[in-house]
């Protein structure tokens, strides 16, 4: 037998014609080709969590025009845009009848979170020991952070700083932290109240006492309370 190959990219009619060339015989044929519906397709997926910046982008690549499209969203054009995560389809259909379905399903990253925060506070006032240290899931890596005011996070001053991580996508997540530092006092000059401690903070009442055995020196007894 004869084998021949064709390429067309819409319904054709061929005609063959075959010659023996032992018998000087010449045959005609004709050969009806259907063509189905070349389809490729690609998925854009969100960049961030809740956002619509996903997309899906078809091209017909064997059809009859012209081409209709009818998405799961209303829109009857090759490619959709602004697509949040989820499940989209489509039929696509040419002149001739033929049609297809697709489905498909846009992604988005996880929302960024932090799941541990460390903060090491100032040892004394008007010290920058402190530090900040996060550690954050979710979006795209790698992650940055970023303080205001702006800060070094390992000799950081007291004070309150809100902070922002941003993904490799741009995605963001906010948030806030409050750096201390401990007051040192000397006897002489202890207030009327101060706290003192790193985590659990208690405030401490000063109260002057004069000694009933030393009254000529009006000596002063410091009392913590």
């Known amino acids: 037998g004869l084998n ?3 390429s067309p990219v819409s319904n054709t009619s061929y005609i063959a014609e075959i010659y023996f060339d032992s018998t000087n015989t010449i045959v005609w044929d004709t050969v009806n080709v259907t063509v189905g519906l070349g389809f490729t397709s690609s998925i854009t997926n969100s960049l961030c969590f809740g956002d619509t910046t996903g997309s899906i982008s078809t091209t017909i690549t064997c059809g009859t025009p012209p081409i209709n499209y009818q ?5 009857t054009t090759s490619s959709i845009h602004n697509l949040h995560a989820g499940n989209y389809s489509v039929t696509v259909s040419d002149s001739t009848g033929l049609s297809l379905s697709r489905n498909f399903v846009v992604s988005h990253p996880y ?3 932090v799941i541990n925060q460390y903060i090491t506070h100032n040892d004394c006032q008007g010290q920058n020991n402190g530090s900040f240290v996060i550690s954050s899931i979710g979006g795209t890596y ?12 390992d000799s950081i001053p007291a004070g309150y700083y809100t902070y922002t991580i941003t993904d490799a996508n741009g995605c963001q997540m906010d948030s806030s932290f409050t750096m201390q ?5 000397t006897l002489a000059h202890l207030p009327r109240s101060f706290t003192m ?6 405030i401490y009442n000063v109260v002057k006492r004069e000694s009933r055995w030393r009254k000529k020196e009006k000596m002063r007894n410091w009392i913590l309370k």
Request: glycine share 6%.
């Open 4 to 6: 021949f190959t064709v």
């Open 71 to 75: 998405w799961s969203t209303g829109d």
């Open 111 to 113: 929302p960024i979170n």
């Open 142 to 153: 790698p992650h940055i952070i970023s303080t205001n005011p702006s800060v070094n996070l």
């Open 181 to 185: 530092a401990f007051l040192l006092y």
């Open 197 to 202: 401690g790193r985590s659990n903070s208690r």
